[in-house]
């Protein structure tokens, strides 16, 4: 009995072809193939985030090797030694650039700017009282040094004196 009290339910169901139903039917078939495309968007995502992840012990060495390149190229006799590890550094040093070891016992950051449209990688090697020293690493960027606004270097200079003063706190506090 309640078999069939099923089935008429369902029928008079189907009879009703209002716009009330079709708009739901509708409603659901975009829901579907917006679900989908949502979930292919987060998977890449994901995909991507770990590739990225995963991928930035080789992505370091070979930084590290173009620059020891043009360091050796232009003459100067220190090299880049290895990454520093930003895992548990505060979150404004870790955005500003990728942060290496020297093979004099000092820290360098390579990290890149963008002037009057123009991309400007750059090596600031950070010597032992603190102060950076800046080295470009394309000609684009040496243009940009050399013309550049005094006020822009500046604020980019003491904004590495304050970053490598909290690396150099931090690889204090993890070597000792």
Same mark, same amino acid.
């Given at each position: 009995?309640?078999? /069939?009290?099923?089935? =008429?339910?369902?029928?008079?169901?189907?009879?009703?072809?209002?716009?009330?139903?079709?708009?739901?039917?509708?409603?659901?078939?975009? #829901?579907? +193939? !917006?679900?989908?495309?949502?979930?292919? %968007?987060?998977?890449? &995502?994901? =995909?991507?985030? %770990? @590739?990225?992840?995963? !991928?930035?012990? %080789?992505?370091?060495?070979?930084?590290?090797?173009?620059?020891?390149?043009?360091?050796?190229?232009?003459?100067?006799? *220190?090299? @880049?030694?290895?990454?520093?590890?930003?895992?548990? =550094? $505060?979150?404004?040093?870790?955005?500003?650039?990728?942060?290496? &070891?020297? !093979?004099?016992?000092?820290?360098? =950051?390579?990290? $890149?700017?963008?002037?009057?449209?123009?991309?400007? $990688?750059?090596?600031?090697?950070?010597?032992?009282?603190?102060?950076?020293? #800046?080295? $470009?690493? &394309?000609?684009?960027?040496? /243009?940009?040094?050399? /013309?550049?606004?005094?006020?822009? #270097?500046?604020? %980019? &200079?003491?904004?590495?004196?304050?970053?490598?003063?909290? #690396?150099?706190?931090?690889?204090? +506090? *993890?070597? *000792?």
């Amino acid at each position: 009995m309640k078999r /069939r009290q099923k089935n =008429v339910f369902f029928e008079r169901l189907s009879r009703l072809d209002s716009d009330f139903f079709k708009k739901i039917k509708h409603f659901i078939k975009n #829901l579907n +193939e !917006t679900s989908v495309f949502a979930i292919w %968007l987060a998977v890449l &995502t994901l =995909v991507s985030a %770990l @590739i990225w992840g995963f !991928t930035a012990g %080789l992505r370091n060495n070979i930084t590290a090797d173009m620059v020891n390149k043009i360091l050796a190229e232009s003459g100067e006799e *220190r090299r @880049i030694a290895q990454s520093v590890s930003m895992w548990h =550094v $505060p979150g404004n040093i870790a955005q500003f650039g990728t942060w290496f &070891t020297m !093979t004099s016992q000092e820290n360098a =950051v390579i990290f $890149p700017f963008i002037v009057e449209g123009i991309f400007s $990688p750059c090596l600031a090697i950070i010597g032992n009282d603190g102060k950076p020293k #800046l080295i $470009p690493l &394309t000609v684009n960027a040496e /243009r940009v040094i050399s /013309r550049g606004n005094p006020g822009y #270097l500046r604020v %980019l &200079t003491e904004r590495i004196e304050k970053n490598a003063g909290i #690396l150099k706190r931090i690889l204090d +506090e *993890r070597y *000792r």
